[in-house]
């Protein structure tokens, strides 16, 4: 099925404001504020920033059904190399470690290499966002060799080791191009444990469900993604959709939306709270302007105005102990096993006995406890 | 009093048969939970052998519950439409063996 970018369909869905208005009018049992200050957050604070990420535009060669980003082949939002290097600006005058690149796919923007380039200068280990089958596109096959020169570490979406899933979500052909995508990446030293080129995938639910434990699948990714294709990986995140741009769309129209989001809701898990991303992130947009999350980006939730609100004016003592802006969309990030970029956040033998009991055919929350 | 046997508002109740035996409800409902948990078999695949057996058994409060647990531990539809293939073999092949009884029944009576 061919899918378009809400902006490119004028879909009301695009704007920040309507998405936000769909979340706000649903029947849901409990706020996010509420159920952080449960878990001992009044407020949700920042403890640090030890990753800036950087959304460097919308331009995608892919259209997923579920993208939070809206983002495409039409999408022209794409960060300049002028706000690249107030990205670099600000990291100079901090001991950031790390600088996630999301997008879109990053690596269209004009100016990924020359960004990438300084700041794998300054020291700062790079993470690129990579939706595996822009690597197969005029201009970017040698992106495997470019990565390895500068140690980049590759975190790339696959939904799941076969094709049905991975089509479905992504669509028709992707799945045989992001496998040729492995190759090349293990052919450049990614994922045999020892080069250092460190390569993660990312799985998400192709539905309204929640992810996936991590932990447990990983092996199993492992063993069938060498035993169908000779693929080597390092490491498997699992991540929650959020129901914000397309996922949202999507939700609506199958008419799973309230259900999921009271899902969301009922698992949500207090000991997720405190390593949720925002708390050691912050985002910044195509544009220069700052959020708590990609998340907040996309529902155009800046930070706080109490704190400097663009790069240019970047104060790293301020913003790493900014009070977090929330919302219902924040409940993807502590359902279950819990959601960050870097996957599940709580393993903990306390919730894997909570999520047992929530395999059964309805256990009471009072036998769950 | 409902007038038919299923139904879908009954599965999240399904902590209530603990309501005259909560000693005996505890027991199973901790064991079950142990039962699932990751061991010699992945979380995964035992979720996918739950979805078999409540096939074979004509569970629907049990198909519904482990479509979705299956999904959650990460199968995915091709996986879990063999699943339900695995279980239908047996309950066909058992019923299929049987005719090696028919004709222990028949042969000794037959000319």
């Not at chain 1, 706020?31 to 949700?44: E, R, Y």
């Not at chain 1, 033998?349 to 395999?359: I, Q, T, V």
Request: proline share 5%.
């Amino acid at each position: 099925m061919k899918v378009l970018s809400l902006a490119a369909r004028r879909d009301p869905l695009a704007s920040p404001d309507a998405q936000r208005e769909v979340l706000a009018r649903l029947p849901l049992s409990r706020t996010f504020a509420d159920a952080a200050a449960s878990a001992g957050h009044t407020p949700l604070r920042a403890a640090s920033i030890d990753t800036l990420q950087v959304n460097v535009g919308k331009l995608c060669n892919q259209t997923c059904r579920h993208c939070h980003v809206d983002a495409g082949p039409d999408r022209r939002e794409v960060m300049s190399r002028e706000t690249m290097q107030l990205c670099l600006d600000a990291l100079a005058r901090t001991d950031i470690r790390t600088v996630d690149i999301t997008g879109g796919a990053p690596e269209l923007n004009p100016y990924f290499r020359w960004f990438v380039e300084r700041v794998a200068a300054l020291g700062r280990h790079v993470i690129d966002r990579c939706n595996l089958t822009v690597l197969t596109t005029p201009g970017c096959a040698d992106l495997p060799d470019f990565f390895a020169c500068h140690g980049v570490e590759v975190v790339a979406s696959l939904p799941h080791y076969r094709a049905t899933s991975t089509d479905a979500q992504r669509g028709d052909g992707v799945y045989a191009k992001s496998i040729a995508a492995l190759k090349r990446l293990n052919d450049a030293g990614y994922g045999d444990g020892t080069s250092g080129l460190r390569l993660v995938l990312v799985t998400n639910p192709v539905g309204a469900y929640l992810p996936p434990p991590q932990a447990s699948l990983e092996a199993e990714w492992k063993r069938e993604l060498m035993r169908l294709h000779g693929v080597r990986f390092d490491a498997l995140y699992a991540i929650t959709n959020m129901p914000i741009s397309r996922y949202l769309e999507w939700l609506q129209q199958s008419g799973n939306l309230d259900r999921y989001m009271q899902r969301l809701v009922d698992a949500f898990n207090p000991s997720t709270v405190g390593s949720v991303m925002c708390r050691t992130l912050i985002s910044v947009g195509w544009d220069g302007r700052l959020y708590d999350c990609d998340f907040n980006q996309m529902l155009d939730l800046e930070v706080t105005a109490r704190v400097p609100r663009h790069i240019r004016d970047f104060e790293p003592a301020t913003l790493a102990n900014r009070p977090i802006v929330t919302g219902r969309h924040c409940f993807g990030c502590t359902a279950g096993a819990g959601s960050s970029c870097g996957g599940n956040l709580d393993d903990v033998p306390s919730l894997r006995s909570r999520e047992r009991h929530r395999c059964l055919p309805g256990v009471p929350r009072d036998i769950r406890r | 009093m409902a007038d038919h046997y299923y139904n879908a508002d009954d599965l999240p109740r399904f902590g209530e048969i603990g309501n005259n035996a909560p000693e005996l409800a505890k027991k199973f409902f901790d064991w079950y939970g142990a039962v699932f948990a990751d061991g010699a078999l992945s979380a995964r695949e035992k979720s996918l052998i739950a979805l078999a057996v409540a096939h074979a058994v004509q569970c629907p409060y049990c198909i519904d519950a482990y479509s979705r647990d299956a999904l959650e531990k990460g199968a995915d539809l091709d996986q879990m439409t063999e699943a339900v293939h695995v279980a239908a073999a047996i309950r066909g092949g058992a019923s299929l063996v049987h005719g090696l009884q028919m004709r222990n029944q028949a042969t000794p009576i037959g000319m």
